[in-house]
């Protein structure tokens, strides 16, 4: 198995390599953002294995120096990863920087200077195909204890490749790693300083970024060639770590964000509120799911909830009205998102492995309470290609269950990592990212 170690900040590029970019209505058939082309956690063209081991359907696997739980995202031949590398590290594996647990705020506080840090990977074969360092900087924060400073995942349009460290930047690449602009959004101050994670979302020109934090929240669009702020929307809101949500419907954009106070959809093009609904729980961590005109809505901290909102109804403020299908209350997750797959919604009991199923068409359950093999912890969200769905536990074990109204379990598969970061899916391999980065495939 390849491993690389980090050298100079910029490598040479091996001849096999094109960076000529895929067509963009191939964009389909890659992984550019947080939960793949459509946000939704499915490949429509994937096949991965459904079966690995560390002996086992391993194409490659490389280290990923420093720290982070950003989910990897990929185009074409590249794949691009974040990390908060230790100055001090020199390449090596260290966990946190040295930081220091805060007990009474169960958090972690940094003690040095961290190398926010992105790398560009050679999908074939692992290796480093170069890496910038977008800045260094001691964090202003803390952390949760199982958190990261780099834990917003990178987004591309295939024409170039964002970076979002939140308090420590948006970066613009090229595809050869060129720098074209950056913008800072300021220092966000989260709820128990647990850290930050909404990654940001791309809808036409413009780049979204939700800044809900424990002082002035906002959500701000930016134009994806310069950077250029185009509107910027004050929010009433507490500290959340929800991605927005892209939806296209009736001929109309919408750009959806839950949160503890409320959920909005704004307009793309202005930022005006199209419709809200009364809130979520505390600490709303996972991004809606769309589909055939409704969207699933969950969080799951301090209380549960469950909403399906009807867009053809939804206009103002539809609290308590008919565009809110139907609600659940009971076993709701806390960080990893819903799937959607079908007429089958999944979602996680909190950050557990006990799995609830519903069909979405009559707000009832196909199932409840299932307890997944293996798996200890849960923060990745689900993904899912070829009728099957991938459920990734943070102790190294992934369930693989057939796409299905009862409960089918395909494989158990282990793996000598942790994982906190979603997985990808591209073609026939998937990308798990730990502490290395594992190109799963059959050989």
Not at 92 to 108: D, F, G
Request: proline share 6%.
């Amino acid at each position: 198995m390849r491993r690389f170690m980090i050298g100079a900040c910029l490598f040479a590029l091996p001849l096999l390599f094109a960076w000529s970019s895929p067509p963009q209505d191939d964009a389909e058939k890659f992984w550019p953002q947080w939960r793949g082309p459509l946000a939704s956690g499915i490949a429509t063209h994937g096949n991965p294995p459904i079966e690995w081991s560390e002996q086992k359907n391993i194409r490659w696997k490389v280290n990923i120096p420093g720290r982070g739980s950003s989910s990897p995202i990929v185009w074409g031949n590249m794949i691009f990863v974040t990390s908060a590398v230790p100055v001090d590290e020199s390449g090596s594996n260290q966990p946190q920087a040295n930081a220091r647990q805060n007990r009474r705020s169960r958090s972690v506080e940094p003690d040095q200077p961290l190398k926010f840090t992105l790398f560009a990977i050679n999908r074939q074969d692992g290796s480093m195909l170069w890496q910038q360092v977008a800045r260094v900087q001691k964090p202003h924060d803390s952390t949760h204890p199982t958190g990261t400073w780099a834990s917003n995942s990178p987004i591309t349009d295939g024409e170039r490749v964002y970076a979002y460290y939140g308090s420590y930047g948006l970066y613009c690449y090229d595809l050869k790693g060129k720098l074209l602009w950056d913008i800072d959004l300021g220092d966000m101050r989260t709820r128990g300083s647990f850290g930050e994670g909404s990654s940001p979302s791309l809808v036409d020109d413009k780049i979204i970024v939700n800044w809900d934090h424990e002082e002035q929240s906002f959500i701000v669009a930016l134009d994806k060639k310069t950077g250029k702020e185009l509107w910027r929307e004050q929010r009433d809101e507490v500290t959340s770590w929800s991605t927005p949500l892209i939806v296209r419907y009736a001929g109309k954009t919408q750009v959806i964000v839950n949160a503890t106070g409320k959920t909005r959809s704004y307009n793309p093009d202005n930022g005006e509120v199209i419709w809200e609904c009364d809130g979520m729980t505390l600490n709303t961590i996972p991004s809606p799911v769309f589909e055939n005109g409704v969207v699933y809505i969950t969080s799951g901290f301090r209380g549960n909830k469950l909403q399906a909102i009807d867009l053809s109804k939804a206009r103002g403020d539809i609290s308590g009205t008919d565009a809110v299908l139907w609600e659940h209350d009971r076993d709701t997750p806390y960080v990893p998102s819903p799937l959607l797959y079908g007429n089958n919604l999944y979602f996680l009991k909190n950050n557990n492995g006990i799995l609830s199923n519903f069909d979405v068409r009559t707000g009832k359950p196909n199932y409840t309470q299932q307890r997944l093999d293996g798996i200890q912890g849960v923060y990745a969200s689900p993904v899912a290609a070829q009728d099957r769905v991938y459920l990734t536990g943070r102790n190294g074990v992934v369930n693989v269950i057939r796409n299905s109204s009862t409960f089918e379990l395909l494989a158990t598969n282990q793996l000598d990592d942790n994982f906190d970061a979603s997985p990808a899916i591209v073609g026939n391999e998937m990308f798990l990212r730990g502490q290395n980065l594992y190109c799963i495939a059959e050989k």
